[in-house]
């Protein structure tokens, strides 16, 4: 069974940095493509960044294009959002998922992690 870790998460005050970090077991970590969603107090989970198996790809929604960057290292198997000039918006459960990425808006994740709470204060 592949096994997804997130670490990282924590409090952080508005305009500060936090990077997240996802480790994969359990499957052949090279192959999946990659991706972070969240899911804020009281809000569906949404997408946040994407990135393909090959890292030829990345994708984000409009909101953190610019602050918010994803990137793995397969050596590792692990995938990492680095997410700088926060706000309290992003205030949210930060969840790492294992799937597929044909496109900016066509993905399907067949693996989720348990989640890191990443809050900004104000």
């Known amino acids: 069974q592949v096994q997804l870790v997130e670490s990282g998460g924590g409090l952080v005050q508005a305009g500060g940095s936090l990077r997240l970090s996802c480790a994969v077991s359990?499957?052949?970590?090279?192959?999946?493509?990659m991706g972070w969603f969240r899911q804020a107090p009281g809000k569906e989970r949404e997408f946040v960044a994407t990135i393909r198996s090959n890292s030829r790809n990345t994708y984000y929604r409009d909101s953190v294009k610019g602050r918010f960057t994803i990137s793995r290292d397969n050596a590792k198997n692990t995938v990492y959002l680095q997410m700088n000039s926060l706000k309290p918006e992003d205030t949210a459960v930060y969840y790492c998922?294992?799937?597929?990425?044909?496109?900016?808006?066509?993905?399907?994740?067949?693996?989720w992690g348990k989640g890191t709470l990443v809050t900004v204060s104000s």
């Open positions: 998922a294992a799937g597929w990425i044909a496109g900016e808006r066509s993905y399907g994740m067949n693996y």
């Open positions: 359990g499957g052949t970590f090279s192959s999946y493509g």
